[in-house]
């Protein structure tokens, strides 16, 4: 099985584009999920969803502290990508 990549919800806000920026400093693969697109495609405005937050195979990291705290723990833990997933839909 292979490991999935974090999912960054984010909208047009500057934390979005720290963490955007934190991820690429960091190197580490992710998927950008703009909040628009749940306008477009599935369920109108969601004015619950807090951006940007973090949908990881390890669990949901909200607003931009915590996604720091995801990051560290992703460059902390030593061979993460070799570790597969206990998910197979993650």
């Known amino acids: 099985m292979k490991k999935r990549k ?3 919800f984010l909208d047009d806000s ?5 963490a955007i920026t934190l991820f690429d400093k960091a190197q580490i ?5 703009h909040i628009k697109q749940f306008e477009e495609s599935c ?3 969601v004015p619950t969803t807090t951006t940007p937050s973090v949908f990881a195979p ?3 990291y909200k ?4 996604i720091k705290k995801y990051i560290e723990f992703r460059k902390n833990t030593p061979n993460y990508d070799e570790i597969e997933s206990k998910s ?3």
Do not use: H, M
Request: one cysteine or more.
């Open 88 to 90: 197979a839909y993650w």
């Open 58 to 60: 390890e669990g949901v």
């Open 63 to 66: 607003g931009l502290e915590n």
């Open 29 to 33: 693969p992710f998927v950008r999920y």
């Open 43 to 45: 369920c109108a405005d």
């Open 6 to 8: 974090p999912v960054l």
């Open 14 to 18: 500057p934390d979005s584009q720290k």
